[in-house]
């Protein structure tokens, strides 16, 4: 199973919003947003995301890739994947502002 972690502040707390995250584990400075598909992007291929929260386009791209999206209220990355890992429950997920503005933002977005 391959897992990508939304993640900010270099790489050791979970990211707020998905959509935004620039920061994935390994994977640095790719937003999905404004990715223009011109050859796989880093997460193609990824079985599971985890992030703190999430806009619908961006959970419809990730389930067109095949990916599943886990949103969570943990801010520890090794801890979440740990505890999905272990098929333990995830935190809910904390309040995100960015989350209500994303939801206009889809309304215009291509995803």
């Known amino acids: 199973m391959k897992v990508a972690i939304a993640t900010h502040k ?7 919003h998905a959509g935004q995250a620039r920061e994935w584990l390994l994977f640095k400075e790719q937003l ?8 796989p992007h880093p997460l193609h291929g ?4 985890i992030s703190g929260s999430a806009g619908d386009g961006f959970l419809r791209h990730m389930a067109g890739w095949g990916a599943q999206v ?4 943990e801010t520890d990355p090794r801890a979440a ?14 309040f ?3 989350t209500a503005l994303c939801k206009v933002r889809d309304l215009f977005s291509r995803h």
């Not at 999905?32 to 050859?39: L, Q, S």
């Open 10 to 16: 270099d790489w050791s707390q979970v990211s707020g």
């Open 32 to 39: 999905p947003h404004h990715f223009e598909d011109h050859g």
């Open 46 to 49: 990824v079985d599971l995301l």
């Open 70 to 73: 886990l949103l969570t209220g």
């Open 81 to 94: 994947l740990q505890k999905v890992l272990a098929g333990e429950a995830l935190p809910d997920t904390r």
């Open 96 to 98: 995100d502002v960015t």
